[in-house]
């Protein structure tokens, strides 16, 4: 959600160079961006070139990324005030201000680059996919057999917590469903180390040779490559919703406990489904309760939404 602010400082500073220091889950995201010059892990010794000029804009709203950069000797520390680390950061400006309107997170960081760049066009995020990683996608597809076939990505799990995540067997259902309707179709499901379980579990009721897992053993850069191969996105609220979102790709996002008006995809073309029961969004990472959020979101509703565009990608 960060590359569209990415996005609007490229476009008020056309000649100027944008570094990005990320954590490794993430640094493969701005590596793709065409605006990015370079991009350093946090654990990387190698530094930047600094000058007095240079502009440090802290997008985690973590007192670990404040201190990380404060060590690391970038000036002009720009950072909203969190977690007492406002004595770390050149400028501070009001979280709870920003937070209180309600808005959607990538104004967060929008609003953090304008603070001190003035206003910023709304931009969509780009992500741009070197021809290396596009072939050992292509080595996948191929691999499974899946070429020619009409590709829906699935992304059954999420790292925040398991409250996210529509429950496997509703996956499974759908999925049947999917590839008993339409002959041409193949069925990708991604996920990390952490939510490769779900995954597991999803191959092993589905006896399918058009359905194919990344097992949770695909860099980040290389799933990027290989979701842009894919027709459709069916995810919960994640990464992958959002990556799928910057591809252009048309999909359904499935939200439970999380706030769409906060982190909804960035695209009309993915679409977002909820069920809107009293105690949703309620923010937490594991359901205390019953998960209805979730469990009232059925496959039958979820396919009924969803099967004109399907139908569709079996006519082109």
């Not at 946090?42 to 990324?65: A, I």
């Not at 000797?73 to 969190?82: M, V």
Request: aromatic share 8%; hydrophobic share 40%.
């Amino acid at each position: 959600m960060s590359l569209s602010a990415v996005e609007g400082i490229r476009d008020r500073l056309p000649n100027g160079t944008i570094f990005v220091l990320a954590p490794d889950r993430t640094k493969d995201v701005y590596a793709i961006s065409p605006v990015v010059d370079q991009v350093l892990g946090y654990e990387n010794n190698q530094q930047f070139p600094k000058s007095p000029e240079t502009l440090t804009l802290v997008f985690p709203l973590s007192f670990r990324s404040a201190l990380t950069l404060w060590r690391k000797g970038f000036p002009n520390r720009i950072g909203y005030a969190s977690e007492g680390r406002s004595f770390l950061l050149s400028k501070a400006l009001n979280y709870e201000s920003w937070k209180s309107r309600h808005l959607h997170q990538s104004t967060y960081y929008r609003e953090l680059a304008e603070s001190v760049l003035g206003p910023l066009p709304v931009l969509p995020p780009r992500l741009v996919l070197s021809e290396n990683r596009m072939e050992k996608a292509k080595i996948f597809i191929d691999r499974n057999h899946l070429r020619d076939r009409r590709l829906i990505a699935i992304n059954p799990g999420a790292n925040y917590g398991s409250a996210k995540m529509w429950p496997s067997d509703y996956y499974v259902s759908l999925i049947r469903k999917i590839l008993d309707t339409l002959p041409q179709a193949g069925a990708i499901l991604f996920s990390g180390e952490q939510d490769r379980h779900v995954t597991r579990e999803i191959m092993a009721k589905v006896d399918d040779q058009r359905l194919a897992s990344t097992d949770g053993k695909m860099p980040l850069s290389e799933s990027i490559g290989l979701l842009s191969f894919c027709h459709y996105l069916i995810s919960n609220d994640s990464g992958m919703m959002h990556l799928g979102a910057a591809l252009d790709m048309r999909g359904v996002a499935l939200f439970g406990p999380t706030d769409p008006v906060a982190t909804g995809p960035m695209s009309g073309k993915i679409r977002l489904l909820r069920e809107p029961v009293r105690c949703s969004p309620c923010l937490l990472r594991y359901c205390p309760i019953d998960h209805r959020c979730m469990d009232l979101l059925t496959p039958e509703r979820v396919w009924n939404t969803i099967r004109e565009d399907i139908f569709a990608l079996e006519r082109k």
